[in-house]
Nanobody
């Protein structure tokens, strides 16, 4: 059982940067692939980035390719970080992290159904 808590969201000007954190508690973080997703008002939730449980592979999806500078994990701190740069108003959304412990250590995906544990989300607003 994993509990996830996102933090680091807020209001940022266009072109600015944010680093989101996903802090985990419970059992299994080091064997969990962690995905980041976002949902804008009136839109479906979509995947933006993922890091394997081994930490050896990361993938950015969709518009995440434009704004995600890096995704990283610190297993000692049970935390995954998402660094976003050159932010645009179009990426304003609630950002969620999610964990999957049911796959090999090289696995990552943007399929939401594959992630069992979810955080409550953190709001990111990009506006002048």
């Amino acid at each position: 059982q994993l509990q996830l808590v996102e933090s680091g969201g807020g209001l940022v000007h266009p072109g600015g940067s944010l680093r989101l954190s996903c802090a985990a508690s419970g059992f299994g973080f080091s064997s969990a692939a962690i995905g980041w997703f976002r949902q804008a008002p009136g839109k479906e939730r979509e995947g933006v980035s993922c890091i394997t449980s081994s930490g050896g592979h990361t993938t950015n999806y969709g518009r995440g390719r434009l704004t995600i500078s890096s995704i990283s994990r610190d297993n000692a701190a049970n935390t995954v970080y998402l660094q976003m740069n050159s932010l645009e108003p179009e990426v304003s959304a609630v950002y969620y992290c999610a964990a999957s412990t049911q796959h090999p250590n090289y696995w990552c995906s943007d399929l939401q159904s594959e992630f069992k544990y979810w955080g409550q989300g953190t709001q990111v607003t990009v506006s002048s």
